[in-house]
């Protein structure tokens, strides 16, 4: 039989702890080997045996199990000398002895089983934002019974941790914990639930984003004087003719050829988000913010905060309406208008923003809008985004010039003759390349194509590089006024993590209620995971969502089997213990995980 004892030998005079295995090689004959040596330390003396035992017991896949009688330094001696073996090529070797036939207290050592391991990190994580955002009262309260109120737990959940259709849905629940801990049982037949329970959540959408902004604003101290509106879309894969606001328009992903909605959504300063609106997939995002002051008349209450818009938003009609209601206004005018300040650009008397490095150089100043005298225009200077542009450029035109010489040696090797021919594929070449063909003159000669560089364009737009300009109303220093613009960023992280993360695009929907029902559950799970970063960055832990859940996936649920020499079966199912850095994400969010998942134990007559 097997066993593990510590032993102390003197080396030089110098004592030598090690912890040494006793076993019987292929022969029968008693042999030893050392798994680890501690030097020259000292366990406690009353416990050296238990100490030993409940190593062995570990190696062995018995974590936990008998370890009670231990004091506080021996259960650290024990980890400590555990992590030691596991580091330890000794260790590592000599861990995996055969135990066939070995039993501890009754339990066949070799007969221990581990089964129904399922994922239950990201899940924890999930349902402690949902809980502290008091998502479960507000949906009680407003009707749902039991088993919606843990469907629509399941659906945002599975938006925010790996978004998936309903059919994949399902089959991915199986393999985590939330069944479990929502109390449901989750089968194929339970697809029209989540469609139903998906109608219900939007029925009851401006009650629960109402509840949610006011939950928000309570955890987090929120002033919510800056918001941030903006638009993107989400496509279909099909014609989705059963949805009125199905249309063609211009798709951020290119996807031109599908129809889409258009998803208008206003965030505050800090990236949560406020409110949202679904539109006609063909409508201007210009036309969209007016709709949407008319939710934040509501929302604010008679507060009117700076409106934060991009460049697409900056239309006078836009500006107008603005002033007409009272808000004031800080817009990116786009980087093709710049032009137009060119003058005052190179008249100098910048003010440059203090605590930035060269490379990160910021310089602000303020102007009134000649077009425009109740609004000022903030010119800014960043060293950053120059040579970014610097280089956007640089590559841009090698890129053209590679085709260009391309096109210009099929001419010159006979390959392509006929003048309209050449002609169209040249209308191609600069179509394809619309940011650097305005600086080249391309002329057609026999022996090919001559490309003439106006160089005197070319340095006035590298000129411009890291330049842009912000136009508001409001008499700020330029540097406040800059920071403010700092918000849109914060906020557009956020919002890039909407499009991208939480499955808001594609959608496989066709009826109207459908496809607003699939972009509410995103925003919701959108909610969850401004919870998480929130309270992240108070940490001041700037780890992405991904990494989150990455690192979360190895903390799981599982059954152990023990089986005992009387053919009794044990049962013990229980997560596993989290790692170092998966234990500081539930100290950060304050989540309790043996609270949250108690072990439970049931035992199978023999």
Same mark, same amino acid.
């Given at each position: 039989?097997?066993?593990?004892?510590?032993?102390?030998?003197?080396?030089?005079?110098?004592?030598?702890?090690?912890?040494?295995?006793?076993?019987?090689?292929?022969?029968?004959?008693?042999?030893?080997?050392?798994?680890?040596?501690?030097?020259? &330390?000292? %366990? /406690? !003396?009353?416990?050296?045996?238990? *100490?030993?035992?409940?190593?062995?017991? +570990? @190696?062995?896949?018995?974590? $936990?199990?008998?370890?009670?009688?231990?004091?506080?330094?021996?259960?650290?001696?024990?980890?400590?000398?555990?992590?030691?073996?596991?580091?330890?090529?000794?260790?590592?070797?000599?861990?995996?002895?055969?135990?066939?036939?070995?039993?501890?207290?009754?339990?066949?050592?070799?007969?221990?089983?581990?089964?129904?391991?399922?994922?239950?990190?990201?899940?924890?994580?999930?349902?402690?934002?949902?809980?502290?955002?008091?998502?479960?009262?507000?949906?009680?309260?407003?009707?749902?019974?039991?088993?919606?109120?843990?469907?629509?737990?399941?659906?945002?959940?599975?938006?925010?941790?790996?978004?998936?259709?309903?059919?994949?849905?399902?089959?991915?629940?199986?393999? &985590?914990? %939330? /069944? !479990?801990?929502?109390?449901?049982? *989750?089968?194929?037949?339970?697809?029209? +639930? @989540?469609?139903?329970?998906? $109608?219900?959540?939007?029925?009851?959408?401006?009650?629960?984003?109402?509840?949610?902004?006011?939950?928000?604003?309570?955890?987090?101290?929120?002033?919510?004087?800056?918001?941030?509106?903006?638009?993107?879309?989400?496509?279909?894969?099909?014609?989705?003719?059963?949805?009125?606001?199905?249309?063609?328009?211009?798709?951020?992903?290119?996807?031109?050829?599908?129809?889409?909605?258009?998803?208008?959504?206003?965030?505050?300063?800090?990236?949560?988000?406020?409110?949202?609106?679904?539109?006609?997939?063909?409508?201007?995002?210009?036309?969209?913010?007016?709709?949407?002051?008319?939710?934040?008349?509501?929302?604010?209450?008679?507060?009117?905060?700076?409106?934060?818009?991009?460049?697409?938003?900056?239309?006078?009609?836009?500006?107008?309406?603005?002033?007409?209601?009272?808000?004031?206004?800080?817009?990116?005018?786009?980087?093709?208008?710049?032009?137009?300040?060119?003058?005052?650009?190179?008249?100098?008397?910048?003010?440059?923003?203090?605590?930035?490095?060269?490379?990160?150089?910021?310089?602000?100043?303020?102007?009134?809008?000649?077009?425009?005298?109740?609004?000022?225009?903030?010119?800014?200077?960043?060293?950053?985004?120059?040579?970014?542009?610097?280089?956007?450029?640089?590559?841009?035109?090698?890129?053209?010039?590679?085709?260009?010489?391309?096109?210009?040696?099929?001419?010159?090797?006979?390959?392509?003759?006929?003048?309209?021919?050449?002609?169209?594929?040249?209308?191609?070449?600069?179509?394809?390349?619309?940011?650097?063909?305005?600086?080249?003159?391309?002329?057609?000669?026999?022996?090919?194509?001559?490309?003439?560089?106006?160089?005197?364009?070319?340095?006035?737009?590298?000129?411009?590089?890291?330049?842009?300009?912000?136009?508001?109303?409001?008499?700020?220093?330029?540097?406040?006024?800059?920071?403010?613009?700092?918000?849109?960023?914060?906020?557009?992280?956020?919002?890039?993590?909407?499009?991208?993360?939480?499955?808001?695009?594609?959608?496989?929907?066709?009826?109207?209620?459908?496809?607003?029902?699939?972009?509410?559950?995103?925003?919701?799970?959108?909610?969850?995971?401004?919870?998480?970063?929130?309270?992240?960055?108070?940490?001041?832990?700037?780890?992405?969502?991904?990494?989150?859940?990455?690192?979360?996936?190895?903390?799981?649920?599982?059954?152990?089997?023990?089986?005992?020499?009387?053919?009794?079966?044990?049962?013990?199912?229980?997560?596993?213990?989290?790692?170092?850095?998966?234990?500081?994400?539930?100290?950060?969010?304050?989540?309790?995980?043996?609270?949250?998942?108690?072990?439970?134990?049931?035992?199978?007559?023999?």
């Amino acid at each position: 039989m097997c066993g593990v004892f510590f032993r102390t030998k003197s080396i030089k005079g110098t004592p030598l702890v090690q912890l040494v295995q006793s076993y019987r090689d292929a022969q029968g004959a008693p042999r030893q080997r050392v798994i680890v040596s501690l030097g020259d &330390t000292r %366990l /406690p !003396e009353s416990e050296e045996r238990a *100490i030993a035992t409940a190593v062995e017991r +570990r @190696l062995q896949g018995e974590r $936990d199990l008998f370890e009670s009688e231990l004091s506080q330094e021996g259960l650290a001696w024990v980890a400590r000398v555990v992590a030691l073996a596991g580091r330890s090529k000794a260790g590592r070797s000599k861990a995996a002895v055969p135990v066939t036939g070995a039993t501890v207290d009754g339990v066949l050592v070799d007969e221990i089983e581990t089964e129904q391991v399922v994922e239950l990190g990201p899940q924890l994580v999930a349902m402690a934002a949902w809980e502290k955002l008091g998502l479960t009262e507000t949906l009680v309260e407003l009707g749902f019974n039991a088993s919606a109120l843990a469907t629509a737990q399941l659906m945002v959940c599975n938006r925010l941790i790996e978004p998936l259709s309903e059919w994949a849905l399902i089959d991915w629940s199986q393999r &985590t914990a %939330l /069944p !479990e801990l929502l109390g449901m049982r *989750i089968t194929k037949t339970a697809k029209d +639930r @989540l469609y139903r329970t998906s $109608d219900e959540l939007l029925a009851h959408r401006a009650t629960i984003e109402e509840k949610l902004r006011k939950r928000e604003t309570d955890l987090f101290s929120l002033s919510r004087k800056i918001i941030l509106y903006d638009v993107t879309n989400s496509h279909f894969e099909g014609l989705c003719q059963g949805n009125p606001k199905a249309r063609h328009g211009k798709n951020k992903q290119k996807r031109n050829d599908c129809r889409q909605v258009a998803i208008g959504m206003a965030f505050d300063e800090r990236g949560m988000s406020l409110a949202h609106e679904v539109f006609e997939g063909n409508i201007a995002d210009t036309k969209t913010l007016e709709l949407m002051l008319n939710r934040l008349d509501v929302i604010q209450e008679g507060c009117k905060p700076v409106v934060i818009l991009d460049a697409g938003f900056a239309s006078k009609a836009n500006i107008t309406r603005l002033k007409e209601r009272g808000y004031s206004y800080l817009i990116n005018i786009t980087r093709g208008s710049r032009s137009k300040y060119a003058e005052a650009f190179a008249a100098g008397s910048f003010e440059t923003l203090e605590g930035r490095g060269e490379n990160q150089k910021i310089e602000v100043k303020t102007i009134v809008d000649p077009e425009d005298e109740d609004s000022r225009l903030v010119l800014c200077r960043s060293a950053q985004r120059r040579l970014k542009e610097e280089a956007m450029i640089s590559k841009a035109e090698a890129r053209y010039l590679e085709d260009v010489k391309a096109l210009s040696g099929l001419i010159g090797k006979g390959r392509l003759k006929q003048s309209k021919l050449i002609e169209r594929r040249i209308g191609a070449l600069q179509k394809k390349h619309p940011k650097v063909q305005r600086f080249y003159t391309l002329t057609h000669q026999e022996d090919g194509l001559l490309a003439v560089r106006n160089d005197t364009d070319m340095a006035d737009t590298v000129a411009l590089c890291g330049d842009y300009v912000l136009k508001t109303d409001k008499t700020m220093a330029a540097a406040e006024l800059w920071s403010l613009y700092m918000t849109l960023l914060k906020a557009e992280s956020g919002f890039r993590m909407l499009k991208s993360s939480l499955g808001l695009r594609p959608n496989f929907h066709q009826l109207e209620g459908r496809v607003d029902g699939h972009i509410f559950i995103s925003v919701l799970a959108y909610h969850l995971l401004s919870w998480v970063r929130e309270n992240f960055l108070l940490c001041g832990d700037v780890r992405e969502w991904s990494t989150v859940v990455r690192l979360m996936r190895t903390h799981c649920v599982a059954t152990t089997r023990l089986k005992l020499k009387d053919g009794r079966i044990i049962q013990i199912r229980k997560p596993s213990r989290p790692d170092a850095e998966q234990q500081r994400v539930y100290d950060i969010l304050g989540i309790d995980w043996k609270l949250a998942f108690p072990p439970v134990k049931s035992e199978l007559p023999a």
